[in-house]
């Protein structure tokens, strides 16, 4: 694997961590299972020190979009898959437009 | 409901704050200002899961996620006096509507649960 890719997946990884530290932080249900809550804090820590490792071979600009595709739709579609949380179609393209806003704005 | 809302909104200040912490930081390369960073993200998270016990969590994140990096740019400008280009005008813009669409797009649990026992 390239230099770049190894980084670009250092970003993608901290994607997907975000997405389990948000499905355990609903699991905790408001905090009340606090094991689930601590989990949801050290996943998300764990997110954020990757980012940091990312974010020093490649443009922060990309990194975070690649964070924001990765934690915006997949906590959606975990969101639905295992809590049953729909979303309508126009909340689709609201998740669009928020990642669009994402890119934008850090890329700015 | 509201309570959650109010959550929500703690969870992104905290995020906002752990953020612009994590911009000093890195200018300056203190370890207090990392630390305030992980600190500020760890209490985000604490609100967000207070939040989520009612948003549905693709919703709540969104938010999150747009509302932090809208907030980051506005707090540039107010406070490291930075002007908004055109482009950042219209990444703001997106991130409102974005968000108000998102909300447009929840399905209630309610209403979800007599979806499905219908």
Same mark, same amino acid.
């Given at each position: 694997?390239?230099?770049?890719?190894?980084?670009?997946?250092?970003?993608?990884?901290?994607?997907?961590?975000?997405?389990? +530290?948000? *499905?355990?932080? @609903?699991?905790?249900? =408001?905090? &009340?299972?606090? #094991?689930?809550?601590?989990?949801?804090?050290? /996943?998300?820590?764990?997110?954020?020190?990757?980012?940091?490792?990312?974010?020093?071979?490649?443009?922060?600009?990309?990194?975070? +979009?690649? *964070?924001?595709? @990765?934690?915006?739709? =997949?906590? &959606?579609?975990? #969101?639905?898959?295992?809590?049953?949380?729909? /979303?309508?179609?126009?909340?689709?393209?609201?998740?669009?437009?928020?990642?669009?806003?994402?890119?934008?704005?850090?890329?700015? | 409901?509201?309570?959650?809302?109010?959550?929500?909104?703690?969870?992104?200040?905290?995020?906002?704050?752990?953020?612009?912490?994590?911009?000093?930081?890195?200018?300056?390369?203190?370890?207090?200002?990392?630390?305030?960073?992980?600190?500020?993200?760890?209490?985000?998270?604490?609100?967000?899961?207070?939040?989520?016990?009612?948003?549905?969590?693709?919703?709540?994140?969104?938010?999150?996620?747009?509302?932090?990096?809208?907030?980051?740019?506005?707090?540039?400008?107010?406070?490291?006096?930075?002007?908004?280009?055109?482009?950042?005008?219209?990444?703001?813009?997106?991130?409102?509507?974005?968000?108000?669409?998102?909300?447009?797009?929840?399905?209630?649990?309610?209403?979800?649960?007599?979806?499905?026992?219908?």
């Amino acid at each position: 694997m390239s230099a770049d890719g190894f980084y670009f997946a250092f970003a993608v990884m901290a994607g997907i961590l975000d997405v389990a +530290a948000n *499905l355990a932080s @609903t699991k905790s249900n =408001g905090f &009340a299972r606090r #094991g689930w809550g601590a989990l949801s804090i050290l /996943l998300v820590l764990a997110a954020f020190a990757l980012l940091a490792k990312a974010i020093k071979g490649m443009e922060l600009a990309m990194a975070y +979009a690649v *964070l924001g595709a @990765t934690g915006i739709f =997949g906590t &959606a579609i975990c #969101g639905r898959l295992f809590f049953g949380q729909k /979303l309508r179609p126009v909340g689709w393209v609201g998740l669009s437009l928020v990642f669009g806003a994402v890119l934008v704005l850090h890329t700015a | 409901m509201r309570v959650a809302w109010l959550f929500l909104v703690l969870a992104i200040t905290t995020e906002v704050a752990g953020l612009t912490a994590m911009k000093a930081a890195s200018a300056s390369g203190s370890y207090a200002g990392h630390a305030i960073m992980y600190a500020s993200i760890a209490l985000s998270y604490v609100f967000l899961a207070k939040a989520v016990k009612t948003i549905s969590v693709g919703v709540a994140y969104a938010i999150w996620e747009g509302s932090g990096v809208a907030l980051i740019t506005i707090v540039s400008v107010f406070v490291f006096g930075h002007a908004l280009s055109g482009r950042e005008m219209l990444g703001l813009s997106m991130a409102v509507a974005g968000i108000l669409l998102v909300n447009a797009g929840e399905v209630e649990q309610e209403e979800a649960a007599g979806e499905a026992a219908r």
